[in-house]
């Protein structure tokens, strides 16, 4: 039960509450009480320092942080003039402390554009309020008095209740926690309504099959949900891109260039972007028409796709040419080249920020860089030569699930790294993974929930596996198809999970 008392810090009443606060990029929480009733940026470094989180990156860079809570799949960075209470925060809200660094300029958009199509293609409470509190810096607790409570003393610490309620967490819970921006990401709104108290959501425990969609000839390697959840498309080695609705009625057919290996919807579903052979189309989904093609920016079969969500007007495609490509999709333009890897690429996936990307390779690297220059983040991460052909950043918070051809999951932080070393290969970060074990062979495709909770992995075996990584381990069911699952994708509501198995996608509802 969510505990709020009041306590009396110079003759001013103070509300408490607890909260629960994220402590590391599995997902799991800590109940901290705070006081309500102070501004957040005298709340944050109290937090900073009660915590032992790191002043400086591993490069030496200094850090700032700040309070964030996420609210129906959205993050909300809470406003520093204003109080948890203000800001509409309930007993038992789940917060985190996000870090960036202080210095630095990021760029808002990429470079301009140049004129003309490219050859690759054709067709309440404020600081005021408070002028009563003694002056703060980020040591606070060296200049906060005792709070008094009928029956008991306090800590120094005036904005955070300790009895036992929190323990130092350490430096890997802001290594977890940070963005590694030059500049705080814009996340909206910056204001948070009031709400009430949200209902714990519930854990599944099983799946049953909704619907079987057997359009397809061959064995399908694609799947992609649309944004609100009413349409999806497939593709497969028959060359075909297929846009259905829930009910498996088919509304577009593309045929293209080779095998359809990847699918890319644009965030306000206005768009699809296709991979096939060496090609990236893009199409109207529901005209079926074509409104762009590449057709020789790729020399090799492309492998991935993927569409930024903070940032609607890029998508990143990746090939079996070693290379990806961040397109700007109005002018239909490539604006970033990546070049860094050796071998083939099998996967991408983009960072909450919109503006990172990791890229997974068949010699068994991942890539971390920024799609505005096409500078890494840091080190490199290798885990064993193993190919890695899935990834995907959780849709918040910093986690990056890897999967690999030797059956194993892997969980890193992507965008901090604790330790680097220099390699032939330039920086390589050190950090070792969580590693998740379900799978008997090749992993070949996962997802996240859009509320970052569960994680779903499909592979060789004919496993679909159901993970909650931030209470366990081990996956929360299975479920078994009688062929390799190529692709997967979870409805945008994270009821339902789209499987691709043989010439078959699956619709699968939790339960």
């Not at 600081?127 to 029956?151: E, F, M, Q, R, V």
């Not at 959501?201 to 099983?206: C, G, H, L, S």
């Not at 075909?240 to 577009?252: D, S, Y």
Request: net charge neutral.
């Amino acid at each position: 039960m969510p505990i709020e008392i009041e306590v009396e810090i110079g003759g001013k009443d103070m509300q408490v509450l607890e909260i629960l606060l994220e402590e590391n990029a599995l997902g799991s929480v800590r109940p901290v009480e705070v006081v309500a009733n102070v501004p957040v940026s005298l709340l944050v470094p109290a937090l900073v320092e009660e915590l032992n989180l790191p002043q400086t990156d591993s490069y030496g860079r200094q850090l700032a942080y700040r309070l964030c809570s996420a609210f129906e799949g959205r993050v909300f960075v809470l406003p520093e003039d204003k109080s948890l209470g203000a800001s509409g925060i309930q007993p038992g809200a789940k917060l985190a402390l996000d870090c960036y660094l202080v210095s630095g300029f990021m760029p808002s958009r990429m470079p301009n554009d140049q004129e003309g199509y490219d050859r690759s293609f054709y067709s309440s409470m404020t600081l005021t309020d408070y002028n009563n509190l003694p002056a703060l810096d980020k040591h606070t607790s060296a200049l906060i008095p005792s709070i008094k409570k009928k029956g008991r003393r306090l800590t120094r610490r005036t904005f955070i209740l300790l009895g036992g309620a929190v323990l130092g967490i350490g430096i890997g819970y802001a290594t977890y926690r940070s963005s590694m921006n030059s500049n705080p990401p814009k996340m909206e709104p910056t204001v948070v309504s009031k709400r009430t108290p949200l209902t714990k959501p519930t854990i599944p425990t099983m799946a049953r099959a909704l619907l079987s969609f057997t359009q397809h000839q061959q064995p399908v390697h694609a799947v992609a949900w649309s944004p609100v959840g009413s349409m999806l498309a497939s593709g497969a080695n028959d060359g075909r891109l297929l846009i259905w609705n829930t009910a498996g009625v088919v509304h577009t057919q593309v045929q293209q260039a080779g095998p359809v290996r990847a699918i890319a919807w644009s965030p306000d579903g206005q768009k699809i972007a296709a991979g096939a052979a060496n090609q990236v189309t893009f199409l109207d989904p529901l005209a079926g028409t074509v409104l762009a093609r590449s057709t020789h920016r790729h020399t090799a079969a492309v492998t991935a796709l993927a569409w930024s969500t903070s940032h609607p007007q890029w998508m990143v495609s990746g090939a079996l040419d070693k290379q990806a490509v961040v397109w700007n999709t109005t002018t239909y333009h490539p604006q970033t080249i990546f070049t860094r890897h050796t071998s083939p690429i099998e996967s991408l996936s983009w960072a909450p920020d919109g503006q990172t990307v990791a890229s997974s390779s068949h010699g068994g690297v991942v890539r971390v860089w920024n799609a505005i220059n096409g500078q890494e983040d840091h080190g490199y991460y290798f885990d064993g030569q193993t190919p890695l052909r899935a990834s995907a950043f959780a849709p918040s918070g910093t986690q990056l699930a890897v999967g690999g051809d030797d059956s194993i999951v892997r969980l890193w932080n992507g965008l901090v790294c604790l330790q680097q070393s220099q390699s032939e290969f330039g920086n390589q970060c050190m950090d070792a993974p969580t590693h998740l074990h379900a799978h008997t062979k090749i992993v070949r495709t996962l997802a996240w929930s859009s509320d970052a909770r569960l994680l779903a992995t499909g592979g060789d075996d004919g496993l679909l596996a159901i993970w909650y990584p931030a209470q366990s381990h081990v996956p929360l069911f299975v479920l078994h198809h009688d062929a390799p699952v190529q692709a997967l994708m979870w409805s945008p509501d994270g009821k339902q999970v789209a499987t691709g198995s043989g010439n078959t996608v699956t619709i699968w509802e939790l339960q």
